[in-house]
């Protein structure tokens, strides 16, 4: 890629990492990150992520981080479009950038988490945000937690600063180990003065490996409260409906999750303890692996 280090405006503009590929008018926008790879339990994060990408009105792509140098690409795999035997092309990983209208604008940061050279892709995305008069940049994630799934999904909240942590609640409780590239870039806006949040979703651990739209919905409603961020969630309701159900059918025929389950709903409505939550973060982990 090209040797430029100041990312600006200018349609084609190629940084160490990110492609400028349109330039659209914005006002304020919110920018929300989330990169599969770490922990995203109930890929909440990047299901909330594609889904505001998708249903933001007049969404656009205005940005692209080609991984093809930047990632694993034994566990990134490329795509291929194979027709009648001829392979017609090959889709390299990338993470994306779109911007929108979701009753407020938007620019939406999504893709699987590069492998090296977080700190330029942390450094550009502030920049970026900047360049656009950004107000907030929020990243969204799952993390797999002791909590049962007929209870509504609670999503915790980190912060920049101390001041714009006091503004929100609940909040994680305190943590210190392996992080992930969407933290680092939050941490990167905030020392930039970009206020800055985390939203993670508490996806029952027992559930944490499948897709939960109750988790990806419940991460937008805290959005929308955060940073007025409005989009259209009835169809995420149908399907929280119908997972609810596929759950509920696989909890009565396996009798080992049911006593888990019973055992989860007989616990007081608390958030977990900081041990639980690293010892299920670390389950998670093994059980990906």
């Not at 990408?53 to 140098?69: C, K, N, P």
């Not at 690409?73 to 209208?101: C, H, N, Y």
Request: hydrophobic share 45%; with cysteine.
């Amino acid at each position: 890629m090209g040797s430029c280090h100041r990312l600006v405006r200018g349609v084609g503009t190629v940084t160490d990492v990110i492609e400028i590929t349109q330039d659209v008018p914005l006002e304020s926008p919110v920018v929300v990150v989330a990169l599969s790879g770490w922990v995203d339990a109930g890929s909440a994060g990047e299901a909330a992520a594609r889904y505001l990408a998708e249903h933001a009105q007049g969404s656009t792509e205005i940005g692209r981080v080609d991984l093809s140098e930047y990632a694993d690409l034994q566990a990134t795999r490329p795509m291929i479009e194979l027709i009648d035997g001829v392979t017609r092309k090959v889709v390299w990983p990338s993470i994306v950038f779109t911007a929108g209208r979701a009753g407020t604008d938007v620019v939406v940061c999504h893709g699987p988490e590069p492998s090296v050279r977080w700190p330029r892709l942390a450094a550009e995305t502030v920049k970026l945000a900047q360049d656009r008069d950004a107000r907030m940049l929020v990243t969204l994630g799952g993390m797999p937690a002791p909590v049962s799934h007929r209870r509504p999904v609670k999503v915790l909240a980190t912060a920049g600063t101390r001041s714009l942590a006091q503004e929100l609640s609940p909040l994680r409780v305190d943590y210190a180990g392996p992080t992930g590239a969407q933290t680092v870039i939050q941490f990167a806006a905030a020392e930039a003065g970009l206020p800055a949040v985390g939203l993670w979703a508490q996806v029952p651990h027992y559930l944490s490996g499948t897709v939960s739209p109750a988790a990806t919905r419940s991460l937008l409603a805290r959005l929308r409260e955060v940073a007025g961020v409005d989009i259209d969630l009835v169809p995420l309701d149908r399907e929280t409906a119908a997972y609810q159900r596929q759950v509920e059918e696989t909890v009565e025929a396996r009798s080992d999750i049911a006593e888990l389950v019973a055992r989860l709903d007989a616990q007081p409505d608390e958030l977990p303890d900081g041990d639980n939550l690293v010892s299920e973060i670390e389950e998670f982990l093994r059980g990906e692996g």
